[in-house]
Structures are given as C-alpha cells and as structure tokens.
C-alpha cells in the first residue's frame, strides 16, 4: 500500500543552521505531495506542495522538489529560525482523498 | 482558502462522561471529513471517516461505539467520546480533504481531551 517514511527526530539545529528533513514515499500511480506543519498545540497547516514530478514547492524559505526517480520529497531550509521549532509531516495524496502521513519530524532551533 | 473550525480547543472532563467534539467546514461543503487521534510526540492516527448521510467508516481496531461519528449536514461532522477514561486522553483533530487532485487538506484547529 501507500506510504511515508520520514527522517526520525528529534531534530535539534541552531538558529541560521541548515535544515534537511528526508521524506520518501511508496504510492501507486502519480501522487501529490506535501509538507505540512504543527505547531505546538495546534492542527495541521499547510506548508508547501508539489503535485508533479520535477516540481518544487517552496514557502516562508522551505523548499521541497518532487523527485520521482528517487521517491523522494526532502525539505530544506537555508537558516532556520526559532520560530521554525515545530513538527514537520511529509504527506501524499493519490487522488483518493485520504491523506497518507509520515511519523512526523519534531525540529528544535536554539537560539 | 477553506476553513474548517473545531471546537472545542481543549476539554477537560470526567471519567464516565461523554464529550463532544465538533468539526465545521465554514465556506465550503464538506461530504467526507476525517478524524485522527494524536498521541504526544506521535503522528496523526485516522480514527474514521465521516460520511454525509451515512454511516462512518471505522479504522481497524478503533471502537466506534466508543467514538461515535455523526455527519448530520455537510458542513457539521461531530465526534463523540462516550464514557471517556484516562487513556482516551488526546489531541483529536478533524480534516476535509482536498477539492481536487493537487489540493492539500484542511484541517481543524484539534482538541485537546483530558479525562480526569
């Protein structure tokens, strides 16, 4: 079946350090695919998506670009901030309506 | 963008006591929505899905006399945790999905449910 695989975490970065978040999926036929955030206490929102290969999504300085030769789908910062400590999932979505997620990556910026 | 609204944020109830959580799609019409339990520092379980006009769709292994799923209209799906114990202690959180191929899901705001 339809899967995510997501780095573990914790995650625990200094302020302006570099961020990758792995993510890799498994899906039959042509899925999209996203990156959503929890902040502490709250729902899911939305951070970035790409619904085709070779696509990259980007928001608030993340990236993430739809690999499909390699299934993957990594989210990147170039200088993380404090306020960027949250828990990142990688999702997809195979047309079914029902979202697949990753376990969850929970990212620590110090400052 | 789409909204959807859950209330309330946070409850804290008795063992034995029923509470209910309400998930609202407020400028769209939703006929499917999700719920999903989440355990402290885990990732999202889906419980069930709510259907408009029918019966919900239970997970393997989730009790659904235990959570009971109304879909009454289609902007207002509800979730009911019937004689809650401690262990039913969560972050529950309700989701739309996508209108479309490509699009994201909407999420609540969650709940977070304290049995005491």
């Known amino acids: 079946g339809d899967s995510v695989t997501q780095m573990e975490g914790p995650v625990t970065l200094s302020e302006e350090a570099f961020l990758t978040i792995n993510c890799t999926y498994t899906a039959t036929g042509y899925p999209s695919l996203f990156w959503y955030v929890q902040y502490p206490g709250e729902g899911l929102q939305l951070l970035l998506k790409a619904t085709k290969a070779d696509d990259k999504g980007s928001n608030k300085g993340f990236e993430a670009t739809y690999r499909k030769e390699t299934t993957s789908f990594h989210l990147e910062k170039g200088s993380v901030q404090v306020s960027d400590s949250a828990v990142y999932f990688c999702a997809l979505d195979t047309g079914g309506f029902k979202t697949i997620f990753g376990a969850g990556t929970r990212l620590f910026v110090k400052a | 963008g789409a909204v959807v609204s859950q209330h309330p944020s946070r409850v804290i109830c008795k063992s034995g006591t029923s509470v209910k959580i309400e998930c609202r799609s407020l400028d769209f019409q939703a006929t499917t929505m999700f719920w999903y339990r989440q355990f402290p520092k885990q990732s999202l379980m889906l419980m069930a899905t709510?259907?408009?006009?029918?019966?919900?769709?239970?997970e393997q292994g989730v009790e659904k006399d235990k959570f009971l799923i109304n879909h009454a209209s289609l902007t207002l799906s509800t979730l009911t945790v019937t004689s809650a114990h401690p262990e039913d202690s969560s972050f529950y959180i309700c989701s739309a999905p996508g209108q479309g191929k490509g699009t994201e899901a909407f999420f609540g705001q969650g709940t977070r449910l304290t049995v005491v």
């Open positions: 709510s259907n408009e006009g029918s019966k919900a769709t239970y």
